[in-house]
């Protein structure tokens, strides 16, 4: 039985509850996801062939401290650095090392600042220098997918219909759905019920309700869907080597649709393509 509660009143911790935000809230995610895709938009002229990703993690951490806001990935579970880079087959939770980005790779950069308590979260995917037609159409594919999940989101509607509209598109363009991740309520806390499937049917789910905050975060493969987790705990890899794209907004449901927290306010959405 899914139960939803006030934001204002609920303990700090997932409970499994449905937290709906009032007015307050949204103008505290609107800065901290503002200050998230600010820092996405420098990204897009540091990315670059020979820049390594560990170069990027300290731009991350320093920009971050310039805006009095701390990465929510940083001492995470364990995790070390201030982002992920996930570069080619690596399907997310890639760690930032020293091995320096190549032409033609492709690299999905996710960030998540706390600004006042609220959690900013979103990436984007990268082309580094010039990259073949299939990477190229693979994340235009995905961005794709981003926004037929936005546009589903609405009161009365139920979190099925975000995934149904990824996959039926996803696989229509012959691309797979990667089952194994999701997204998830966001606010004051990193991650928060509900799940949000990228996949399923539109009849399933959960309720959504005016007030409810989340991420949306497709993860395409142009091969087959199936991942698995690298040694190390966090890197999640194709199985069949496959190239693999990812894109990720941070939505509050609205008494009409939704509202996009984390929109770029350069209009570099989806870097280094064109709309």
């Not at 006042?116 to 594919?141: F, N, Q």
């Not at 546009?151 to 691309?175: D, F, H, L, M, N």
């Not at 905050?213 to 690298?230: A, C, D, Q, S, W």
Request: proline residues 5%.
């Amino acid at each position: 039985m899914v139960t939803y509660l006030d934001a204002a009143t609920a303990p700090l911790r997932n409970t499994g509850q449905i937290r709906l935000y009032g007015e307050d809230a949204f103008v505290g995610m609107r800065k901290a996801c503002n200050l998230t895709a600010r820092c996405l938009d420098e990204l897009a002229d540091i990315v670059k062939p020979g820049v390594t990703t560990n170069a990027i993690d300290r731009f991350v951490f320093e920009f971050g401290m310039d805006n009095g806001a701390l990465p929510a990935t940083l001492n995470y579970r364990g995790y070390t650095k201030s982002t992920c880079t996930s570069i080619n087959h690596v399907v997310c939770h890639g760690i930032p090392d020293d091995k320096p980005l190549r032409d033609g790779d492709i690299v999905n950069i996710d960030v998540t600042y706390i600004l006042d308590g609220w959690h900013g979260d979103a990436s984007r995917m990268y082309p580094v220098g010039t990259i073949k037609r299939a990477a190229e159409r693979l994340l235009e594919v995905t961005y794709e997918c981003l926004l037929r999940g936005i546009a589903a989101v609405k009161p009365g509607a139920r979190t099925g219909a975000i995934g149904a509209a990824i996959q039926s598109y996803a696989e229509g363009e012959r691309c797979s759905v990667v089952r194994d991740f999701c997204g998830h309520g966001v606010g004051l806390l990193f991650h928060d019920a509900p799940n949000i499937l990228h996949y399923g049917n539109s009849n399933e789910g959960v309720e959504l309700r005016e007030g409810m905050i989340f991420t949306i975060e497709p993860m395409i493969n142009l091969g087959r869907p199936h991942v698995k987790v690298l040694s190390d705990g966090w890197t999640a890899v194709t199985r069949d080597r496959s190239l693999s794209a990812q894109y990720e907004h941070t939505v509050g449901v609205t008494a009409d649709g939704c509202e996009i927290f984390t929109l770029s306010p350069k209009g570099l959405d989806r870097p280094g393509l064109p709309f």
